[in-house]
């Protein structure tokens, strides 16, 4: 019943832009942190972003270089990461994650619920 479903992947250029999106339900959104983390073939999965519970308090790895921006909306249970000035390097499955810490973890193992992923495919 717990559900993470990310959306929004695809196919960009290098230099372009996507946001993806993670609905969530079966839980209650609002006392969970949120993050996401990626994981390119052959690669462990890696940590990219997260947000606190309730503060908006943001942390991001950093690769990501002030290019991505997660945000969350609690009355609709979702999570996005907004990803700008996308590199061929940032090509991978992208997951959502859920985590009862406050402000959430880089590391995967500190995360409850987690969805399916989705494709982000960065290529000229």
């Known amino acids: 019943q717990v559900q993470l479903v990310e959306s929004g992947g695809g196919l960009v250029q290098p230099g372009g832009s996507l946001r993806l999106s993670c609905a969530a339900s079966?839980?209650?959104?609002?006392?969970?942190?949120m993050g996401w983390f990626r994981q390119a073939p052959g690669k462990e999965r890696e940590f990219v972003i997260r947000i606190s519970k309730s503060t908006g308090n943001t942390y991001y790895a950093d690769f990501v270089k002030g290019r991505f921006t997660i945000s969350r909306d609690n009355a609709k249970s979702t999570v996005y990461l907004q990803m700008n000035s996308l590199k061929a390097e940032d090509t991978a499955v992208y997951y959502c994650a859920a985590s009862v810490m406050e402000s959430g973890s880089i590391y995967s193992t500190n995360y409850d619920y987690w969805g399916q992923g989705t494709q982000v495919t960065v290529s000229s």
């Open positions: 079966g839980f209650t959104f609002s006392s969970y942190a």
